[in-house]
């Protein structure tokens, strides 16, 4: 920038400088010339016609000053001249037959010459040439072209030096700000400028650079929020595959003790026999539900990496809501303490406009939230419209305090802390998240009794 700004200004200097001399230059070249006119007025008084004819030049007292670089020359005769001029006689011969005109004669020491005629009565009896010498203006113009070059130099570089430190100035503020924000990247991404007094410039650049920051803060959120959420997706199969797998270990440990008794009767091996096949049974059990749980892991892992290329602007997938939403219902019953319904029998809903898994997993855990806050029953239901598919799950429970409905789908927002549960109040956070994702929406619907969440998903 003082590079830009001082090339600019050298620019303009010079052509500065070369206008001022130029200038001046024509300004002395007149002044000689008008020099030369007033000698030349003056010497023509000096003039006389006698009654014969003959032309004379009178002598006043102070004609020292009109002999000095005067000719004074009639009918080819020279009447006047300056002593000690002889080589400039071609010369003033040159100029004495052009009357009006101005010759430079060069040279150590350049002269001009100007001529004049002397018209008395209309006619032209004399014609007066006159000299300069054009050192002391050229010495003028040398010495003034070499200031202004001084000059020139010395404002430039004064210039750069101002521009510069300017500049210096104006943006050290700008490297503080940024070097703070990359501070606050590091130790406190929540920390902001603000809109303090600053100028125009400086406050623009605050704001993008709390923009930035705050890119950067829900970049963060968005991070940890998705830690959050596939730790509590998988911390349940991993528990179901932990269990299952130390009683498979008891199982087995169970069987060896048993094979290990003495002494061995019809009626204790009867019984190991038993034992065997109870452990046996047992450890299959218990490998199922690790496979089973294993599964759901990989199912959560896919639909984990849908959602991400659905985000990243990768084409969604379709699906049969009606079969995702009975398959889920059929298998959260199993066990469950209350009634599973899918009401009323589902029509023919057209596809749903995201994968199957992602459908999945984002029912799951409002499912899961109806299953545990549900008095006898759990309402699922399934319909469209032309531009929508909605699943519907409504539970018979206390419903969801007035305090937290605006918050319900907020990570770690629980309707009651002191309840039992362990949930970490991510599920919702996840449903809505993942149905965002898919281009559709999740709300809790008024309906008076119970608690009803509304899938809007978008139509494949």
């Not at 000095?68 to 009447?79: D, E, S, V, Y």
């Not at 009357?99 to 004669?105: A, I, K, N, Q, T």
């Not at 892992?301 to 985000?311: D, F, K, Q």
Request: proline share 5%; glycine share 8%; hydrophobic share 45%.
């Amino acid at each position: 920038m003082s590079l830009a700004a001082t090339l600019a200004l050298a620019v303009w200097v010079l052509l500065a400088t070369v206008t001022l001399n130029v200038v001046l230059d024509q300004r002395g070249q007149a002044q000689a010339n008008a020099e030369l006119v007033d000698r030349a007025d003056s010497a023509m008084a000096t003039v006389e016609v006698g009654a014969a004819g003959r032309v004379t030049v009178s002598d006043p007292s102070d004609d020292a000053l009109l002999d000095a670089g005067t000719w004074i020359i009639a009918g080819g005769r020279i009447l006047e001249q300056p002593p000690g001029n002889a080589s400039l006689e071609p010369s003033v011969q040159a100029v004495a037959a052009t009357p009006g005109r101005f010759l430079d004669v060069p040279g150590d020491k350049p002269l001009r010459l100007h001529s004049e005629a002397v018209r008395i009565d209309g006619r032209q009896v004399a014609t007066v040439v006159t000299s300069l010498s054009l050192v002391p203006y050229q010495q003028s113009a040398h010495a003034v072209l070499v200031g202004s070059a001084v000059l020139a130099v010395v404002m430039v570089g004064a210039a750069y030096l101002v521009a510069r430190a300017s500049v210096t100035s104006a943006l050290r503020p700008v490297q503080e700000m940024t070097s703070q924000a990359q501070e606050w990247v590091d130790v406190d991404v929540d920390r902001r400028f603000g809109p303090g007094p600053r100028p125009r410039e400086l406050a623009l650049l605050a704001a993008t650079l709390d923009g930035w920051l705050a890119r950067m803060s829900a970049m963060l959120r968005y991070e940890k929020q998705l830690v959050a959420e596939i730790s509590h997706e998988l911390r349940t199969p991993l528990s179901r595959i932990l269990v299952e797998a130390d009683l498979a270990e008891e199982a087995t440990l169970s069987s060896a003790a048993g094979t290990g008794e003495s002494p061995a009767t019809p009626q204790s091996l009867e019984a190991a026999q038993s034992r065997e096949a109870a452990s046996a049974l047992e450890a299959a059990q218990a490998l199922a539900a690790i496979a089973d749980s294993a599964r759901e892991m990989e199912a959560i892992l896919g639909t984990l990496l849908a959602t991400a290329r659905t985000e990243a602007g990768g084409l969604a997938g379709r699906c049969d809501a009606g079969q995702v939403v009975q398959g889920l219902a059929r298998r959260a019953g199993e066990g469950a303490r209350v009634r599973v319904v899918v009401q009323p029998p589902l029509p023919s809903v057209p596809a749903a406009g995201l994968d199957a898994l992602v459908l999945e997993r984002a029912v799951a855990p409002v499912l899961e939230n109806a299953l545990r806050h549900a008095a006898t029953e759990v309402r699922i239901r399934v319909t469209n419209d032309d531009r929508e598919v909605f699943v519907d799950v409504a539970d018979d429970g206390p419903g969801v305090p007035d305090a937290v409905r605006d918050h319900v789908f907020e990570p770690g927002r629980r309707a009651a802390v002191g309840d039992d549960h362990g949930g970490a109040g991510l599920g919702l956070a996840l449903a809505r998240r993942l149905t965002t994702a898919a281009g559709g929406t999740i709300s809790l619907l008024d309906t008076g009794q119970g608690a009803t969440f509304r899938l809007a998903l978008p139509r494949g």
